[in-house]
């Protein structure tokens, strides 16, 4: 009765001892928890909620092969001039639909498309003559509002600049629905003039092109374009490019990158300066969710040129290569972005990084959150966090890292306002966590290392000053040798560490708890046993120190398994 007093008296006490560390750090749990939930349900959405429904009450159809028209549709007559009427018509009417039946039509001139109109195709291909110095497919003309375009097989065969569909200045309320995009030198999508706002993007299949949606600088206001789901195939370029570097927040805005499968794969491409899934430079309030990328010859996600507000979720990355080899060939990549969520996505074998946040002189990542990722079998390591001065603000939390090359997490640089929580890193090539320098500013507690091979935590030659790590914990599966196991190795205790140590050892039905009040200097331990529980012949025995770091071992009388639990709730000092 006295021991399970004993056992009871110090476990309130212990539970009391986490109230107060949990009420102290609530910011930092709160804030993860909320992100957390969040990401979970933006990833849980119907990615059908991002898109609208286009038009499709029209008074009027005009078959560019019937007698008024003429289109000849077999591939060798130049089919410009009777489509181009067919849609001067229907502007003249006020809007209806285009049709263009079963056919190949070719043509050497931009098409103009107008007002409430719908170009809609049924197995029809309009091929673009490499001719005449206009370089488009479709042209959306400027000011024109209420476009349809669907069910098309839209092929520039133009030799450089080749566009698919290009849209002009001030144009609105934009589908792009259902076609079929070729041309090995060409943009298939093309937005690149001011006042455009309100394009969708859907249910589309690029096949090598230069760039599937493009929105560049010159779309310097470009509000609202979702991009969803649509194949990107053997992308030479990128298949989505943002591109809006300039002045922050006074670029392009309020992009949806949903649902899509992504392909930019090594040796089609050979530009030194794209093969990605998805570039981002510069634009603001950018979702990425659900996609799938496989194989992109760069990175699947790049981030720069002060891109803000950036939500990054649920979304399969398998495969980033090494075209061209810049050491930064990483699943997703930031160089110079603020206010970024990466949150629950699985990303696996990059020939770097599974995520990189990377720094220049004037460039870097701030307010950052990565949680709820699985990062597995990468090249160089899991998660690379680097910052050069300043606030930088990065939670790193509740990811699984497994089974990398290097090191699980890697902190480089001079990172200030780290939160570190309640990660499991294990099985891999270099340290769990490798802290290159120290920081301020850190928050380090919950992480569970284990298997990884260079041990559980590495420091750089640049480490100086002690930085504090809280709540450890060690969960092993080990045989019996006669009647005990090997030392195990728990986790470090660094130069000093104060707290409450929980050790259990479990094999069938026994087990042995025990509970101690723990004291480490850096040279002496002194542990004294607070409580203890036991049922059945195993005993887990008392911990020792080798060098910095907690052994622990257990003893039974049966053959078997055991397993040992260690949990570390307390302060300890990484130096």
């Known amino acids: 009765m006295g021991k399970r007093q004993s056992i009871g008296f110090v476990l309130l006490w212990l539970v009391f001892l986490l109230a107060m560390t949990a009420a102290s750090n609530s910011g930092v749990t709160e804030a993860t928890d909320r992100y957390n939930t969040l990401n979970s349900k933006l990833a849980a959405a119907a990615v059908s909620s991002y898109q609208t429904s286009a038009p499709n009450n029209y008074s009027v159809t005009l078959n560019v092969k019937s007698s008024s028209f003429k289109a000849v549709g077999d591939g ?105 995009f070729t041309g090995i030198r060409s943009q298939a999508i093309n937005i690149n003039s001011v006042g455009i706002k309100h394009v969708q993007v859907s249910g589309n299949h690029f096949e090598k092109v230069t760039y599937g949606v493009l929105t560049n600088n010159g779309a310097k206001d470009v509000t609202d374009v979702r991009v969803v789901n649509n194949q990107f195939i053997d992308i030479y370029g990128d298949a989505i490019e943002l591109n809006h570097s300039g002045v922050a927040y006074q670029s392009g805005s309020q992009f949806v990158i949903a649902n899509n499968y992504i392909s930019v794969p090594k040796g089609v491409g050979k530009s030194a300066n794209s093969g990605f899934g998805v570039g981002i430079s510069g634009a603001t309030n950018v979702t990425i ?37 810049t050491g930064l060939n990483s699943g997703i990549y930031v160089i110079d972005g603020d ?120 420091y750089g030659a640049e480490y100086k000053y002690p930085v504090p790590i809280r709540n450890q914990n060690k969960v092993a599966i080990v045989d019996l040798k006669d009647t005990k196991t090997d030392w195990i190795n728990a986790f470090s205790l660094g130069s000093s560490s104060e707290g409450i140590l929980y050790a259990t050892a479990k094999q069938g039905t026994s087990y042995s708890t025990k509970l101690y009040k723990l004291s480490w200097n850096g040279s002496k331990l002194t542990i004294a046993q607070a409580a203890h529980d036991r049922s059945g012949t195993i005993e887990v025995l008392e911990p020792r120190m080798n060098g910095r770091t907690l052994q622990v071992q257990a003893t039974s009388a049966t053959a078997g398994k055991i397993a040992i639990d260690i949990q570390f709730e307390g302060l300890t000092l990484l130096k």
């Open 289 to 325: 969710i659900g996609n799938v990328f496989e194989k992109a010859r760069y990175e699947a996600i790049h981030i720069e040129d002060e891109a803000k507000h950036i939500t990054i979720v649920g979304n399969i990355i398998n495969g980033v290569q090494n075209d061209p080899d």
């Open 76 to 180: 060798k007559t130049d089919d410009t001039a009777a489509i181009q009427k067919a849609m001067n018509k229907a502007k003249s009417l006020g809007g209806g639909v285009v049709y263009l039946p079963e056919g190949t039509y070719k043509t050497s001139n931009n098409i103009y498309v107008y007002s409430d109109t719908k170009v809609l195709g049924d197995r029809a291909r309009i091929v673009r003559s490499n001719v005449n110095k206009d370089n488009a497919v479709l042209v959306i003309s400027a000011s024109q509002q209420d476009v349809v375009v669907e069910g098309l097989i839209l092929s520039n065969t133009k030799t450089s600049n080749g566009i698919g569909i290009d849209l002009h200045a001030n144009v609105k309320n934009v589908w792009i629905t259902n076609n079929l």
């Open 339 to 458: 206010y970024i969520t990466i949150a629950d996505n699985s990303i696996y074998r990059a020939h770097d990084f599974g995520i990189q946040l990377e720094y220049a002189i004037d460039k870097q990542a701030t307010n950052v959150v990565i949680t709820g990722n699985t990062v597995t079998d990468n090249s160089s390591g899991g998660i690379r966090v680097a910052s050069y001065s300043g606030e930088s603000n990065i939670i790193v939390s509740h990811n699984i890292v497994t089974r990398n090359k290097g090191d699980g997490i890697r902190i480089d640089g001079e990172v200030r306002n780290l939160k570190l929580t309640d990660n499991i890193v294990s099985d891999n090539t270099g340290y769990g966590l490798f802290l290159r320098r120290s920081g301020l500013g850190w928050y380090i507690s919950g992480n569970s290392f284990y298997g990884n091979k260079s041990g559980d935590i590495g």
